[in-house]
């Protein structure tokens, strides 16, 4: 199997690093989504990554789907999200919140690349997001203090944060500042991990 998308892209490392968690062998194809689009086109008709593509060809897109294949794969007993349940719906709902702040994050990357005057409306809005995401995430994180959001073993919630802050961080360094003290430790507690230490690119603008 190979993935598809470079790692520079929040839900891209996120699929990887659970996916070296888990112990799966697989190729990376770290094809751009703006320089190789038409190389991800046969496997994905939006163009868009991460792209998971199995040995017998079957493609799966959007991290969320992904992950979910590689949970199921793996066993209940194994799997970094429970089954069912209220710590499910709790982690779902903080991977949602990572996630959304990844896409706001990349948004306005995308924002300040591709225009030559930025839509002030746009960033601010994208911005008030990111901010209110954060607040959140460190609210729900200073609350907890176990090495994980759920207690002593790494789930998918704890990557998904992690991934988001460090794009956060490195594209946005002015709104992931000191305030977010609980989400710097529980980001440099997970950057310190092998597979996030392996599976991480710097932050390099798209290509046309």
Same mark, same amino acid.
């Given at each position: 199997?190979?993935?598809?998308?470079?790692?520079?892209?929040?839900?891209?490392?996120?699929?990887?690093?659970?996916?070296?968690?888990?112990?799966?062998?697989?190729?990376?194809?770290?094809?751009?989504?703006?320089?190789? !689009?038409? +190389?991800? @086109?046969?496997?994905?008709?939006?163009?868009?990554?991460? &792209?998971?593509? $199995?040995? %017998?060809?079957?493609?799966?897109?959007?991290?969320?789907?992904?992950?979910?294949?590689?949970?199921?794969?793996?066993?209940?007993?194994?799997?970094?999200?429970?089954?069912?349940?209220?710590?499910?719906?709790?982690?779902?709902?903080?991977?949602?919140?990572?996630?959304?702040?990844?896409?706001?994050?990349?948004?306005?990357?995308?924002?300040?690349?591709?225009?030559?005057?930025?839509?002030?409306?746009?960033?601010?809005?994208?911005?008030?997001?990111?901010? !209110?995401? +954060?607040? @959140?995430?460190?609210?729900?994180?200073?609350?907890?203090? &176990?090495?994980? $959001?759920? %207690?002593?073993?790494?789930?998918?919630?704890?990557?998904?944060?992690?991934?988001?802050?460090?794009?956060?961080?490195?594209?946005?360094?002015?709104?992931?500042?000191?305030?977010?003290?609980?989400?710097?430790?529980?980001?440099?507690?997970?950057?310190?991990?092998?597979?996030?230490?392996?599976?991480?690119?710097?932050?390099?603008?798209?290509?046309?």
């Amino acid at each position: 199997m190979f993935l598809i998308g470079q790692y520079d892209s929040p839900f891209v490392r996120r699929t990887a690093i659970a996916m070296r968690l888990y112990g799966f062998n697989f190729q990376h194809k770290p094809w751009s989504t703006f320089g190789d !689009a038409g +190389l991800i @086109a046969p496997y994905n008709p939006l163009r868009r990554v991460p &792209t998971l593509v $199995l040995d %017998g060809n079957e493609a799966i897109i959007d991290s969320a789907a992904i992950l979910d294949y590689l949970d199921e794969t793996v066993g209940p007993e194994r799997a970094m999200l429970p089954p069912r349940g209220a710590e499910r719906r709790h982690q779902l709902r903080i991977c949602a919140i990572a996630t959304g702040l990844g896409d706001k994050s990349v948004s306005l990357v995308y924002e300040s690349v591709l225009r030559k005057e930025q839509l002030k409306l746009w960033v601010d809005r994208c911005e008030a997001q990111i901010s !209110a995401a +954060l607040d @959140a995430l460190e609210k729900e994180r200073d609350a907890i203090k &176990t090495p994980y $959001l759920f %207690g002593e073993r790494i789930g998918h919630s704890d990557i998904a944060v992690a991934c988001a802050l460090r794009f956060t961080g490195e594209a946005h360094p002015h709104l992931f500042d000191d305030r977010y003290a609980a989400l710097k430790a529980h980001a440099a507690h997970c950057e310190a991990l092998p597979a996030f230490k392996e599976i991480v690119q710097p932050l390099a603008p798209p290509k046309g």
